[in-house]
């Protein structure tokens, strides 16, 4: 199979990296795509992607069942992490992988960033 899990930094529609602060004095979390690609053979038999994000989330389980958009998902996050996914077929097998979530961020020119949302007190 040969299925991989991509990432990458959502920007906002002018090109800046988007961000959020959630609570006052915390940390800068940046918004992220996650997703699986393959070859449509083998993504037709896919019927859920479930990601297993970081202890530290709320809702750490996510799933995903439009192939449409490569079963993705969404996350506002400050680090990296592993990631554990599980691919359900057609059939009720699960494959399962993990995924290492790394980024990197330019620097600031004060005009790479935005952020969006209001910090919540």
């Not at 795509?33 to 070859?39: A, H, L, R, S």
Request: charged share 25%.
């Amino acid at each position: 199979m040969s299925i991989a899990v991509k990432h990458s930094i959502i920007r906002s529609t002018d090109g800046r990296i988007k961000y959020r602060i959630f609570s006052p004095g915390g940390k800068e979390h940046y918004h992220l795509g996650i997703w699986i690609e393959g070859e449509e053979r083998e993504l037709e038999h896919i019927v859920l992607v479930e990601y297993e994000l970081h202890p530290s989330f709320k809702n750490r389980i996510r799933k995903s069942s439009n192939r449409k958009n490569g079963f993705s998902i969404t996350i506002w996050t400050w680090g990296i992490f592993n990631i554990h996914i599980r691919l359900h077929d057609c059939m009720g097998k699960i494959r399962e992988m993990d995924h290492k979530l790394a980024y990197e961020l330019p620097p600031d020119d004060g005009k790479s960033y935005v952020q969006v949302g209001q910090t919540t007190g």
